[in-house]
């Protein structure tokens, strides 16, 4: 057992500083804090982990208000749980070098901080926005003690206390940027993960505990919890979700990946209202991490649209659902709405993209859908978040995106100060310019990494086969390895990622949980500039034929050897580096022809296995066990082999079947879900030493800012870390909590 003061544990952690504000309108604020000596004991391998110690505090808090002078003391007792919830283990000293090496390319990378969160703490007393408090006065609201229930969500803010009002500007670039909401808006996830990215811990659900075995996965909910319209939020939105959504084919036709354990079925049975079990024939190891991250089952608000999200409103839904109301009603309500089909027909209704009366859980709700010139939120007075002084969060109340023509205007928008914050869309090369602009906008930089290799990589279609000659030497690994030694990536990470990324493969960073190895082996392995050994490897292999410019020709009589990459405009200057490839083949004398298509075209070419090369980041490369598309083709629009992509996510069913060493790969990632610790980490770690060495993907500068990483944040917003984690996985900026953050400066005026 180790014994630590509490108050210095968090702090060490997070860096957390309560300060005080003396303006009318502000939640309670804290300014006094007592913190009593827990015992905390270290253990390894356990997938749930809880110490609990009451800790009893009393505070005596001051508000002087400007118009009427009131002294009030208040009495508060806090039950403080430390509750725990380990999935992963996760070598927090190589992070942090990593972060420091950062630090050392550029002062704007800062360190990583963000809120507290403090699981089991319950407020003596709730507090709430002045905008819901004059719906509660008008009887229009219950009490925010009945709207958030015995049990909120509690954190401590990153620097303060902040104070209520205020609307968040955003842009975003029409109906096909979803995920624009989903980073800054909706996090709703079952389970979160801390700062760090080390630990996760809880969110809508208070826990999830595995059975010994593995195959009984029990969550807990929240008592009191809400949708926004007022109705219990309980197990019975998940078995609906389950037994009249997902189980049936007229809304999802087939398994998905999350709900299968080794090709075999997860089920879901009810224990109470506020426990709900997933149940599975082999162990599910990974379900609890699963609902921590982006994921088919990872929250309603991103996945409902699909039919997917683990939970949805059972109350509103089943007004369309033939279930419930018919067929033949549910078929005229489709009919009346524009569907085929009933089933398209409720997903658009669990649209919270399209449908403002569609009931939420997350801390702003949509008002304005996506389709609109304007696509605006307005804060959910059901939300279960709160501070730990007892204000209902979000402080902020309204968030309104206001579309862009195009990735330069809002990049320009963003220079002239008119976004509060923004992170997506920003585009790195404009660094200089936004610093130039940055007093005049009133605004501050900051640059949060990514921890993987592949922010910009070469995809190889390695099921490619409209054109024969091109797919044999696509599926060459010697071709492969060819292609990516002829790659200048160091050129390639001055012009594009202004010298701020690691040149390399697509191996994570080393340390972390699946890294393959040292960076001196696997970051390097056939991912140096080497047109030498290139051209050597090109001639032996039956390329060594070649027209009078130098280009390689067929082997099929045809002329010269050329491959396409597709790529699309959207967060970094994808075609431009495309053809700065081009001309680094040259060298080895492959002819490389580049294509540019809107992003959603892009996937139609994929899933019709059309494109022969493209250009991508790696999503949420760190953790392949959950993200198995960064490590092998999981789908079938997978760049790296749709029809390999088709063969994993059917079991075999479908699709064609991979060479031996993907075939390895792949049941090294399926496998992954049904074992626990170094298990799980050495076959991680071996499914990516085979994808470095066999370049199925070639990765090309990895560890930048690049990818939503440049933030441009307005000076008056307060509690906004110094740097956050850059990740699709945890959807950044949500790891630093939205929820959290407030204007500094009156929200009346803003």
């Known amino acids: 057992m180790k014994r630590l003061l509490l108050g210095a544990f968090l702090a060490a952690v997070f860096a957390v500083a309560l300060a005080a504000c003396g303006e009318d309108a502000e939640p309670v604020v804290i300014t006094k804090e007592v913190i009593k000596e827990v015992p905390v004991e270290v253990v390894k391998e356990v997938v749930v982990e ?61 360190d990583l901080e963000g809120p507290t969160i403090l699981p089991g703490f319950v407020p003596a007393t709730y507090s709430e926005a002045p905008m819901l408090a004059a719906l509660v006065k008008e009887g229009k609201l219950p009490s925010v003690e009945e709207r958030v229930g015995p049990e909120p969500l509690v954190m401590s803010p990153t620097h303060e206390i902040g104070k209520y009002g205020g609307t968040w500007h955003r842009g975003f670039i029409g109906p096909n940027d979803g995920a624009n909401a989903v980073r800054a808006i909706w996090h709703d996830r079952l389970l979160y993960w801390n700062t760090e990215g080390t630990e996760i811990v809880p969110n809508m659900a208070k826990s999830c505990t595995p059975s010994d075995d593995g195959k009984r996965n029990v969550f807990e909910l929240r008592k009191g919890h809400r949708w926004s319209d007022g109705a219990p939020f309980t197990s019975d939105d998940f078995m609906f979700w389950f037994e009249d959504l997902y189980s049936n084919k007229n809304v999802i036709p087939s398994p998905r990946q999350q709900m299968l354990v080794m090709g075999t079925p997860v089920t879901m049975e009810k224990i109470d209202d506020t426990h709900i079990a997933w149940v599975s024939e082999l162990p599910y190891w990974l379900l609890c991490e699963h609902q921590s991250l982006t994921q088919s089952i990872g929250g309603h608000a991103r996945m409902g649209r699909g039919g997917m999200g683990g939970f949805a409103p059972a109350h509103y839904l089943k007004q369309f659902h033939p279930n419930y109301v018919g067929q033949a009603t549910a078929d005229k309500l489709a009919a009346e709405a524009g569907f085929d089909k009933w089933g398209a027909h409720i997903k658009s209704k669990n649209s919270a993209y399209n449908n403002p009366v569609l009931p939420q859980i997350a801390a702003w709700t949509t008002t304005r859908p996506i389709t609109e010139p304007t696509w605006e939120f307005e804060r959910n007075a059901y939300s279960i978040w709160m501070d730990e002084a007892g204000n209902q969060l979000p402080y902020i109340d309204k968030i309104v995106m206001t579309v862009g023509e195009s990735l330069e205007v809002l990049n320009l928008r963003a220079i002239a100060g008119e976004y509060d914050s923004m992170a997506r869309h920003m585009d790195l090369q404009k660094l200089p310019v936004f610093l130039e602009n940055a007093e005049k906008g009133d605004y501050s930089i900051k640059l949060d990494i990514m921890r993987h290799g592949g922010d910009a990589y070469v995809c190889p279609n390695l099921s490619y086969e409209a054109d024969p000659e091109i797919g044999k030497w696509i599926s060459n690994v010697d071709f492969r390895r060819a292609l990516s030694l002829g790659i200048d990536r160091d050129k390639v990470n001055e012009v594009f990622f202004l010298g701020l990324g690691t040149p390399g493969s697509m191996a994570p960073v080393e340390g972390s949980l699946y890294s393959p190895g040292p960076d001196s082996v696997f970051r390097s392995m056939w991912s140096t500039h080497d047109v030498e050994t290139a051209n050597q490897i090109l001639d032996s292999i039956g390329l060594a034929e070649k027209d009078s410019d130098g280009y390689r020709l067929r082997t099929d009589g045809k002329g010269r050897l050329t491959i396409d990459m597709v790529t699309y405009l959207s967060f970094m200057s994808y075609v431009q580096l495309g053809e700065m ?170």
Request: proline letters at 4%.
């Open 581 to 750: 490839i081009r001309e680094h083949w040259k060298d080895i004398g492959i002819d490389l022809g580049v294509k540019e298509f809107e992003r959603g075209l892009t996937s139609k070419i994929r899933s019709a296995n059309e494109h022969q090369l493209y250009i991508d980041t790696n999503w949420a490369a760190e953790n392949a066990m959950v993200s198995e598309g960064s490590a092998v083709p999981s789908y079938s629009s997978h760049c790296n082999g749709p029809l390999y992509g088709a063969w994993f996510a059917s079991d075999g069913k479908s699709g064609k079947e991979p060479p031996e060493g993907m075939q390895r790969a792949m049941s090294l990632i399926k496998k992954g879900k049904t074992l626990q610790g170094n298990a799980r980490r050495e076959a991680g770690k071996e499914a990516w030493r085979l994808l470095v060495d066999e370049q199925w993907r070639i990765g090309v500068v990895g560890m930048t800012p690049a990818i939503q990483g440049l933030r441009v944040v307005k000076n008056h917003l307060g509690n906004i870390a110094a740097s956050t984690i850059n990740s699709a996985h945890h959807d950044n900026p949500g790891l630093s909590r939205p929820e959290q953050w407030y204007f500094k400066v009156d929200p009346h005026t803003h």
């Open 50 to 110: 809880k110490e609990v110690e009451v800790v009893v505090e009393k505070e005596v808090e001051v508000v002087v208000e400007k118009e009427v002078e009131v002294v009030k003391e208040v009495v508060v007792e806090k039950e403080v749980v430390v509750e725990v919830i380990k999935e992963v283990e996760v070598v927090k000293e190589v992070l942090a070098q990593t972060f420091a090496t950062a630090k050392d390319r550029n002062p704007l990378i800062g």
